[in-house]
Nanobody, 126 residues
Framework: QVQLVESGGDLVQAGGSLRLSCAASGRSIMRYAMAWFRQAPGREREFVSAINWSGSSTDYAASVRGRFSISRDNAENTAYLQMNSLKPEDTAVYYC???????????????????WGQGTQVTVSS
């Protein structure tokens, strides 16, 4: 069983940057995809970004492409989300997730995520 703990959320002004971290324990993330989702008040949870097990492939929601960057450090068992040029509409609780199928090589948008963190709040003021 893997546990995921997000950190790095904060209150930031529009145009600012934040770096979210997702620390995993109980299992190495080395063979598994990692992803970030977010949920704003009154809205459904939405996909933000994903990275495959090797780090060779990434995917982004259109709303964040060019501003956010996902990465992973398997040695640290941690995934990251670098968020630049933040906008008020990026305000949400951000969740980290991982799957249970090792060495998944298909399209990242088809990954089923089995493990989720508790989330970290990101608030962007205008």
């Amino acid at each position: 069983q893997v546990q995921l703990v997000e950190s790095g959320g904060d209150l930031v002004q529009a145009g600012g940057s934040l770096r979210l971290s997702c620390a995993a324990s109980g299992r190495s993330i080395m063979r598994y995809a990692m992803a970030w989702f977010r949920q704003a008040p009154g809205r459904e949870r939405e996909f933000v970004s994903a990275i495959n097990w090797s780090g060779s492939s990434t995917d982004y929601a259109a709303s964040v492409r060019g501003r956010f960057s996902i990465s992973r450090d398997n040695a640290e068992n941690t995934a990251y989300l670098q968020m630049n040029s933040l906008k008020p509409e990026d305000t949400a609780v951000y969740y980290c997730a991982t799957n249970s199928v090792g060495f998944y090589s298909g399209p990242l948008f088809l990954v089923e995520y089995d493990y989720w963190g508790q989330g970290t709040q990101v608030t962007v003021s205008s």
